[in-house]
């Protein structure tokens, strides 16, 4: 199976769509298996994935991205711009107008002030927020009127849709978020299970790391909209299963995220019942490299963070070794066949913001031996393994539990055995490793390891608000109950300043020059190591329509335009 045959049998579906739905709910019941299984449905309080693209079936956001990476509106009657007098002049302000008579599914009015109490929950001083770089600039927003939004920035902002855009940056209901501000955000287990949004669906139960279940939420814009009744959102097991459940056994309708090597897809297809639909966004298989000190020795608010360095993960020589040991090449061989491409970039899309500055498809053992030995840092005792700074260069090295997860780990150890780190693996549940619990020590936030694997991307065509995640006050930490985007604890005032001077700047090709410029820094200083350019593949049944694959939103973005094909 190649992208193209993917990409073809998602047309050949759509060709199939019914000029409009009978009613709503006529349907019965879809079925939706995420192998990593949500646990909130709080976008706010998780950068999972998994998180953010359950929640954006029952909450969402003024405006998103389509298919295409086209920004359309959502919640509001056009998109803004300096044209239609919806950015300011200056550029230092941007007026959404909200399409009347929205209502929340409770039957309540969505009105301006839930979405400026949006604001104030992501930036209150004394929480936590994974998704406050949506909000980086931000002023203040004002609401003159109930469907009037005017969000103000400290300055000249040429890309102002970053707040309350893409399912990142979802509306909260201000009156069930009321009590929920600050340090008790975490605290609000019903709102943070359960709650009431705009979108098509609304949750019956919700068992975090489990089931949800949903049904047609009767104040829904469109009265012939969604086509479903009722939700059945399974998470957990793996992504073989998942694909099997679509493909094979037609159990489900939809699988997200089928994580497995070239030919399991392939045979999987065989079984006639489900079509994998494939396309490539910004998504990257990366190593971040955590810039702080994770052993267990250390007091519980000072272990990964900045008050203790990491003792040789900040050396040049050992970040770079550690990146030229690696066979990329083989890794997508492996991995992903023709859904992955390698790269050396943190952000390998759009193109425009691709950079072109380092070169990484060869394996070089050697030259990362003799980068470590020049360096000083060498096997003093014979034990096969380096000391840096006084040190021994040992590793925990962990990542989700995935097949091809842990296929690459067996693979990197092996290789950065050959330079003399030694690795100790550990594999965590990717419902536990992505699901945000402030509590957990398990978590990729917490990164109580030395080095974590996973994937990431961002919402839309424009990285500004992604490449904020490396700005030095993202970092998760204990006052922001280890919420945050700056995973690796990166912290370059060359950077911080660049980064402002990209949200500033207006012309195209300047930004871009930008974007790649702060890639590069990131990259070439530590903060990690990029891996694969991963195609988003995912899987739906023969008998679902509608479905239009998104790299640029959330997977589930249009899901109230999914019917069933008889």
């Known amino acids: 199976m190649t992208i193209k045959t993917a990409l073809m049998g998602a047309a050949a579906a759509l060709a199939l769509a019914p000029a409009a739905f009978a009613e709503r709910g006529s349907d019965g019941q879809v079925s ?8 909130i449905l709080n976008p706010f309080l998780s950068g999972g994935t998994k998180d953010v693209e359950s929640a954006s079936m029952i909450i969402e956001p003024l405006a998103r991205y389509d298919e295409t990476g086209t920004l359309v509106p959502w919640l509001v009657e056009e998109i803004p ?29 969505f009105t301006s002030a839930d979405v400026k109490f949006t604001y104030e929950y992501c930036t209150h001083p004394e929480g936590g927020c994974a998704q406050v770089t949506k909000f980086e600039g931000v002023t203040s927003v004002d609401t003159p009127d109930a469907t009037t939004v005017i969000v103000n920035f400290g300055g000249p902002t040429p890309n102002p849709y970053g707040p309350f855009v893409g399912g990142e940056s979802p509306i909260l209901q201000a009156a069930q978020f009321a009590n929920c501000l600050g340090a008790a955000a975490s605290t609000c287990t019903d709102q943070n299970f359960m709650p009431i949004g705009t979108g098509p669906f609304v949750v019956t139960e919700f068992r975090p790391n489990d089931v949800i279940t949903m049904e047609a939420n009767p104040n829904y814009r469109d009265p012939a909209k969604p086509a479903f009744q009722t939700v059945l959102f399974k998470g957990g097991g793996d992504a073989t299963a998942a694909g099997r459940a679509v493909m094979e056994t037609g159990e489900f309708d939809y699988g997200w995220n089928l ?18 639909v494939a396309g490539f966004g910004p998504l990257v298989e990366r190593i971040m490299l955590n810039q702080t000190n994770p052993s267990p020795d250390l007091p519980e608010g000072e272990r990964s963070t900045a008050a203790q360095p990491h003792p040789f993960l900040r050396e040049p020589a050992v970040y770079k070794a550690l990146s030229m040991a690696i066979d990329r090449p083989l890794l997508v061989e492996v991995g992903y066949g023709q859904a992955g491409k390698v790269t050396c970039n943190w952000v390998p899309a759009p193109e425009a913001f691709n950079s072109t500055s380092m070169s990484c498809d060869q394996q070089d053992i050697a030259g990362a031996n003799a980068l470590l030995d020049e360096a000083g840092f060498v096997d003093s005792d014979g034990d096969g393994v380096r000391e840096a700074n006084g040190v021994p260069m040992k590793m925990l090295y962990q990542t989700s539990t995935n097949a091809v997860r842990q296929d690459f780990q067996a693979l990197i150890k092996q290789w950065w055995s050959e330079i003399g780190v030694e690795v100790e693996l550990r594999n965590i549940d990717a419902s536990v490793f992505f699901g945000g619990d402030p509590g957990s020590p398990d978590t990729f936030q917490k990164f109580y390891a030395d080095v974590q694997m996973y994937a990431n991307t961002f919402n839309g065509t424009d990285p500004q608000a992604y490449l904020g995640n490396g700005l030095c006050d993202k970092a998760p930490r204990p006052d922001t109950q280890w919420q945050g985007e700056n995973i690796s604890r990166f912290c370059m005032p060359e950077y911080d300043a660049l980064h402002a001077e990209l949200q500033k700047t207006a012309n195209f090709e300047e930004r871009a020059r930008i974007g790649k410029e702060l890639n590069d820094k990131m990259v070439q200083n530590g903060g990690m190591i990029p891996l694969v350019h991963r195609g988003r593949l995912s899987a739906h049944a023969n008998s679902l329509g509608g479905v239009k694959l998104n790299v640029w939103d959330s997977e589930l973005w249009n899901v109230a335009d999914w019917y069933r094909i008889d």
């Open 32 to 39: 939706i298996v995420y192998w990593q299984a949500p646990s």
């Open 81 to 109: 711009t300096v044209e239609n007098g919806g950015v300011s002049e200056d550029l230092t302000s941007i007026t959404w107008k909200i399409t009347p008579g929205l209502k929340w599914s409770d039957g309540s009015d």
């Open 259 to 276: 994580q497995l090597a070239p030919d399991v897809i392939a045979k999987m297809q065989e079984g006639g019942m489900g079509t994998p």
